[in-house]
């Protein structure tokens, strides 16, 4: 069963960037679509952007502008750099991995909450 | 953007209903959508994947048909387990959500 856990900061002050790491357990990285998907509170889900293992990135339009997400297949992680984060920004992040049938996101994280406040 | 737009936003059903959930995309998708159940401070889980599929180890009350532009999930019998909100989700182009619907105990 594959395991998804993200970490890094749950409080980031407005105009810094906001990093997020997803640590893929019990099953490899590579072959797989990997995406970071946001929940502000009270709110419902929205696609961040999505990595492959080989490093071809995709992002949501929405914040194109401010995202970076990356690839590490040595330590099978996958990380989320934010920049200029405003008070907007502050959700539940998840990770998750792009399914092999549909594109379907099959595995999640638990998802950590990050506040972006002063 | 293919926009997603569930309906309804919420619901109230008692235990042993039959529930649908329609989901409605901007422009054809095939039958690139998936269905999601989110509780309360908890990640969503697969319901059902390709508007048809159930995941392994979902219950068979849960189904989805659908394709192009109109989908439906199901639950056949309402279970007290089965509160929550559900989400559809298009795999047709870059990854978009419906807004979700909140299924409520009557």
């Known amino acids: 069963q594959v395991q998804l856990q993200e970490s890094g900061p749950g409080l980031v002050k407005p105009s810094e960037t906001l990093s997020l790491t997803c640590t893929v357990s019990?099953?490899?990285?590579?072959?797989?679509?990997w995406s970071w998907i946001r929940q502000p509170p009270g709110k419902g889900l929205d696609w961040i952007g999505y990595v492959y293992f080989s490093g071809s990135t995709s992002y949501n339009p929405s914040l194109k502008s401010r995202v970076t997400i990356s690839v590490d297949t040595s330590r099978n992680q996958f990380s989320l750099k934010l920049s200029s984060v405003t008070a907007a920004d502050t959700a539940v992040y998840y990770c998750?991995?792009?399914?092999?049938?549909?594109?379907?996101?099959?595995?999640w994280g638990q998802g950590t909450l990050v506040t972006v406040s002063s | 953007d293919i926009q997603m737009t569930q309906s309804p936003s919420s619901l109230s059903a008692s235990i042993g209903d039959r529930v649908t959930i329609t989901c409605r995309a901007s422009q054809s998708i095939s039958s690139y959508l998936n269905w999601y159940q989110q509780k309360p401070g908890k990640a969503p889980k697969l319901l059902i994947y390709?508007?048809?599929s159930l995941q392994s180890g979902v219950p068979s009350r849960f189904s989805g048909s659908g394709s192009g532009t109109d989908f439906t999930l199901t639950i056949s019998s309402l279970q007290p387990e089965d509160f929550a909100t559900y989400y559809c989700?298009?795999?047709?182009?870059?990854?978009?959500f419906g807004q979700g619907t909140r299924v409520e105990i009557k």
């Open positions: 998750a991995r792009h399914g092999p049938n549909n594109w379907e996101f099959d595995y």
């Open positions: 390709a508007a048809s």
């Open positions: 019990s099953g490899s990285i590579s072959g797989f679509y």
């Open positions: 989700q298009q795999s047709f182009t870059t990854p978009g």
